[in-house]
């Protein structure tokens, strides 16, 4: 499943980052690192391997996955069929079609060609960083795709040496740069600073590091360059060396499931006055503005999207959560912007309808209107239900049943 690989890759690039992390710290003390212990090289390289191998997998799988990548016409639909678009993908999707082929081509070039320079030298390695940071910038400004974008940055900085950060700090004498500069002069011109227990325990976890970093590279590497490249997967139990890149195929159409509740007691009644539910930020209403969320991550509104384009049977849990709007949960409440019955009785009956979204157009008699969105609704998405209808479906799922409030 989709949502699954998703989410499992996310997890993987933070336990696989973090894991990196450690070794960046001293050993067994958090006090400052003693004289003549620099950053391993060992690490640096870690991260640096890291993330080409993030880039290089999410470009290939990319022109492996979906014609569009190839014709360059992906960033036609991706600004509106993104998981939760932002403000600045509503404009942005009216860009001309040269301007999308650009960003698609600038997409390939920075995950096929950029990830290269991390291996031809101090500059290049530099070059390599900065290209990245502002790739991942702009995919923040352009769209909501959490703290994965944050996360992706992060690798990227390990690039960046005391030259290249110098101006990040304060010069002239005294300053933290100038003691700097001294205390590596020094170095250089003492003596090797005797091997302490310290120092060698140290030495010997960073080489042990790049040792099982090697051996568990290897099946990583066979699958970046089989044409059956599989996405986001690890080839171990520890998951501290994974295979990335995921949106190999792009939607080319945007379906939401809108949750309704009527109070009515007779669902298939012409005169049930359906309510909507609307989540924090995916789309619902037309008339709300999209949103801002990134870093923040909202779990519940992407398996909404997953949701959209495949069937309630493939996710039950949608099915769960129709059971607890049936008795006004207050927990599951908390997770959505609005609840028509809030303050009131809980609904008697929840459906789901299935509609097919589009951004209204700038300047049009939509947006006129104050509408972001416009939508045609395709069919049910699951059929009325009761909580008393659910009781069979709890029942064989071993779901506690929601008690009537
Ligand atoms: C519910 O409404 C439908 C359509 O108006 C009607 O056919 C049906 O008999 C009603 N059911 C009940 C239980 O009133």
């Known amino acids: 499943m989709p949502s699954l690989a998703l989410t499992w890759g996310w997890e993987s690039q933070l ?22 212990t620099p950053t391993s090289r060992i690490v640096l390289w870690g991260f640096r391997w890291l993330i080409f191998r993030i880039m290089l997998g999410a470009g290939l799988i990319k022109i492996r996955g979906d014609r569009c990548w190839r014709d360059l016409t992906c960033m036609d639909f991706h600004y509106e069929t ?29 995950e096929l060609v950029v990830p290269f320079f991390v291996f031809l030298g101090r500059r290049m390695c530099v070059l390599h960083g900065a290209l990245q940071i502002l790739f991942q910038v702009v995919l923040i400004i352009s769209g909501n795709l959490s703290f994965l974008n944050w996360l992706t940055i992060v ?14 700090f304060p010069a002239g004498p005294g300053g933290l740069k100038d003691r700097v500069l001294k205390m590596q002069e020094e170095e250089t011109r003492e003596p090797q600073a005797p091997l302490t227990c310290g120092r060698m325990a140290r030495r010997t976890a960073n080489l042990a590091l790049g040792v099982l970093i090697t051996w568990l590279s290897i099946p990583v590497v066979v699958n970046l360059l089989s044409p059956q490249q599989v996405m986001n997967s690890s080839f171990n139990p520890l998951r501290i060396v994974n295979t990335y890149g995921a949106f190999g195929s792009i939607t080319k159409e945007r379906t939401e499931v809108i949750l309704q509740g009527t109070a009515s007691s007779n669902a298939s009644s012409p005169d049930a ?8 930020c995916k789309p619902g209403n037309l008339r709300r503005r999209p949103c801002l969320i990134s870093p923040y991550h909202y779990r ?4 909404m999207w ?6 309630y049977e493939h996710n039950e849990w949608i099915i769960h959560l129709a059971g607890k709007l049936l008795t006004n949960d207050a927990q599951a409440l ?31 008699r939509h947006a006129a209107e104050g509408k972001w969105w416009i939508r045609k609704r395709l069919g049910p998405y699951f059929p009325p239900l009761s909580l008393q209808d659910l009781k069979g479906y709890f029942r064989s799922r071993e779901w506690p049943y929601p008690e009537p409030s």
């Not at 001309?96 to 600038?106: D, I, K, M, V």
């Not at 519940?300 to 398996?303: K, M, S, Y």
């Not at 609005?338 to 589009?358: D, S, T």
């Open 273 to 280: 006055e359906w309510e909507d539910y609307e989540f924090k």
């Open 300 to 303: 519940l509104d992407w398996l």
């Open 15 to 36: 336990l696989e980052t973090g894991f990196l992390g450690i070794f960046l710290c001293p050993l067994w003390t958090l006090s400052p690192l003693p004289r003549g």
């Open 306 to 311: 997953f949701a959209a384009f495949q069937t």
């Open 155 to 168: 690798p990227s900085l390990a690039c960046f040496d005391d030259a290249t950060l110098g101006f990040l």
């Open 334 to 364: 908390s997770l959505l912007a609005f609840n028509p019955f809030a303050g009131r009785a809980p609904p008697r009956w929840v459906r789901a309808e299935h509609y097919r979204y589009k951004f209204s157009r700038p300047g049009g």
């Open 82 to 110: 993104q998981p939760v678009p932002n403000p600045m993908a509503y404009f942005l999707h009216r860009s001309p079609w040269w301007f999308h082929h650009f960003e698609t081509f600038s997409n390939h070039f920075l």
